[in-house]
């Protein structure tokens, strides 16, 4: 994979060179195609064979409509190249897969942790679906494409990346409950990554391109400790599971989808708060000790909330259009969205769920 940055010529070398000539499908969405216009220079230097695909939809959904508007139009294609963010990189992922043919990104918003994955969410009947991919030839990263990308994008993906303190906890959780096995090299990948943008969160904050850069790196690791796992479990937890279940809830009722890593966000307190309880809850567990001391080393969830406040995300998911009585269904249901242990797992075998719901309405909704 060319994992590239713009160098000082606004130029992608690795990328030009590899691509040179290749008939190239460019999919956009109507908030993306301006970067298009603004490297279509570039392009015309590439190949002269460009087609342009640019969705209208300003909510675009990656259904079998979204899908099957790509693989008509990259038929005769060698290559497509995403121009934007979730969406429509996994759409094109999941074509040029079944085409057999590349693809690349050039990424928009720093939203998201799929850039780099080998998986592509799908819509298919009213569900979210994960379907197998391969993972982008190519990423091509302009960071002042990524410093223009609006602030909720920004939050979504800080958001996605605050997620990892919990997925990668409830790996640990199902390691020493469960003996699932934890490969190394993944988790390391992705805890590495976690706190070197954790670390440059008040130059994030002021949209500084180094930092800029620390949260895309971490997000393209995301991706890439999953391909190196063979399947999310070291980006994909509990906060993820709410994430996802909201989102089905909100396809269901026709109602627009708030961004996913602001869903992972808000659910990653829950999750940390789930954690909490763990410490002060009579439960008898396996290796019981080694967990508390795990637990007492993640952050404190009104620590995390404060970070997202800075960056103007919510904290509370009323603020994101969820009633209460889907808060409630989501707080006794989304850990069954995967088959998955997690620290919300737990709580439900342990038939703990009525007696923390309370606090978390009162803390999350």
């Keep these: ?26 999919v956009t969405d109507i908030n993306t195609v301006k970067y298009f ?9 590439l190949t002269k064979n460009i087609n342009l695909l640019t969705f209208e939809n300003k909510h675009l959904i990656p259904n079998e409509i979204a899908y099957n508007a790509i693989y008509k139009k990259a038929l005769n294609s060698d290559y497509i190249l995403t121009i934007g963010s979730g969406t429509i990189n996994d759409l094109a992922k999941a074509v040029s897969t079944e085409l057999k043919i590349e693809c690349g990104v050039m990424p928009t918003a720093p939203s998201m942790d799929g850039y780099a994955s080998s998986g592509a969410a799908i819509i298919k009947n009213g569900k979210k679906i994960t379907v197998n991919s391969h993972a982008p ?48 090299k993944s988790f390391n990948m992705m805890n590495e990554a976690l706190l070197a943008c954790v670390n440059s969160f008040n130059s994030l904050v002021n949209n500084e391109s180094k930092a800029l850069e620390k949260l895309m790196d971490a997000l393209i690791i995301s991706g890439l400790s999953i391909k190196e796992n063979g399947n999310s479990r070291p980006a994909s937890g509990s906060e993820h599971h709410f994430s996802h279940y909201l989102e089905m809830d909100f396809i269901k009722k026709n109602k627009p989808i708030p961004l996913h890593g602001i869903k992972v966000s808000i659910g990653s307190l829950i999750s940390l708060t789930m954690y909490n309880y763990l410490l002060n809850l009579d439960i008898n567990l396996k290796n019981k000790n080694q967990i508390d001391e795990l637990i007492k080393k993640l952050p404190n969830p009104n620590d995390i909330s404060q970070m997202l406040l800075d960056l103007d995300s919510p904290i509370k998911f009323s603020d994101i259009g969820v009633d209460l009585d889907t808060f409630k269904n989501m707080i006794f249901n989304a850990y069954k969205v995967r088959d998955r242990f997690t620290v919300h797992t737990l709580l439900a075998n342990s038939n703990l769920l009525n007696n923390v719901l309370d606090d978390l309405i009162n803390k999350y909704y």
Aim: charged content about 30%; hydrophobic content about 40%.
């Design 137 to 184: 030839d190519d990423i091509i990263i302009d960071l002042d494409i990524i410093k223009d990308a609006p602030k909720d994008m920004l939050a979504a993906g800080f958001g996605d990346i605050i997620g990892k303190y919990t997925s990668l906890m409830d790996w640990q959780l199902s390691n020493l409950i469960n003996d699932e096995p934890i490969n190394k």
């Design 37 to 45: 216009q603004i490297y279509n220079y570039y392009f015309n230097k």
């Design 1 to 26: 994979m060319n994992i590239e940055y713009k160098n000082k010529f606004n130029e992608f070398p690795i990328f030009f060179s590899k691509n040179k000539n290749k008939k190239i499908l460019i």
